[in-house]
């Protein structure tokens, strides 16, 4: 059974850095293309950066710059770092990933909230 589970959402002023974190259990992420997506109330569900199998990295435009997501295979972690943090980044980021072995189905995790104060 696949699950993701992120970590490190909170609280932080605007400026400010924080690093989500998104473990994998019953899949690993090598061979599969993870992703961070972000909901904000009243909007849709966004990309905000996704890493392939092959390490190529992509990046919504509104965080390009600021936002960087990485991958450990070892830990079977993928990570999103994320500076200058502004109030419009506030939003439910979650963890996302998709390949063969989830028969191209995208798999989500629980989310974590991020709030950005002005």
């Known amino acids: 059974q696949v699950q993701l589970v992120e970590s490190g959402g909170g609280l932080v002023q605007a400026g400010g850095s924080l690093t989500l974190s998104c473990a994998a259990s019953?899949?690993?992420?090598?061979?599969?293309?993870a992703g961070w997506y972000r909901q904000a109330p009243g909007k849709q569900r966004e990309s905000v950066a996704t890493?392939?199998?092959?390490?190529?990295?992509y990046y919504a435009d509104s965080v390009k710059g600021r936002f960087t997501i990485s991958r450990d295979n070892a830990k079977n972690t993928v990570y999103l770092r994320m500076n200058s943090l502004k109030p419009e980044d506030t939003a439910v980021y979650y963890c996302s990933i998709i390949g063969r072995s989830t028969g191209w189905s995208v798999q989500w995790g629980q989310g974590t909230q991020v709030t950005v104060s002005p």
């Open positions: 890493i392939s199998s092959g390490g190529s990295t």
């Open positions: 019953g899949i690993t992420f090598s061979g599969n293309t």
